[in-house]
Nanobody
Framework: QVQLVESGGGLVQAGGSLRLSCRAS????????MGWYRQAPGKQRELVAY???????NYADSVKGRFTISRDSVKNTVYLQMNGLKPEDTAVYYC???????????WGQGTQVTVSS
């Protein structure tokens, strides 16, 4: 199993920045990619960005050019640097680890990001 612990959420004004961190522990070698999802009230959970074990990245169109995902393989930690935050970025952000053995997903507990206008 993989355990994920997130940190770094909070309240920020529009145009501000936050950095989220997600530290993985447990069956690290089973992880193919890690990423961030978010869920706003009344909406479905959506992909924000992910990074693979080979450092390929993918972003939702809504965050391209503003958010950057990166990882530190020594610390088993993935980061999401969020710049130019907008009120519509307000959501609970969840860290995700996609495993290949056993196949499946592990999730963090979620961290609240609130952007005021």
């Amino acid at each position: 199993q993989v355990q994920l612990v997130e940190s770094g959420g909070g309240l920020v004004q529009a145009g501000g920045s936050l950095r989220l961190s997600c530290r993985a522990s447990g069956s690290i070698r089973s992880i193919a990619r890690m990423g961030w999802y978010r869920q706003a009230p009344g909406k479905q959970r959506e992909l924000v960005a992910y990074i693979t074990s080979g450092d390929s990245t993918n972003y939702a169109d809504s965050v391209k050019g503003r958010f950057t995902i990166s990882r530190d393989s020594v610390k088993n930690t993935v980061y999401l640097q969020m710049n130019g935050l907008k009120p519509e970025d307000t959501a609970v952000y969840y860290c995700n680890a996609n495993r290949v053995f056993p196949m499946g997903d592990s999730w963090g507990q979620g961290t609240q990001v609130t952007v005021s206008s």
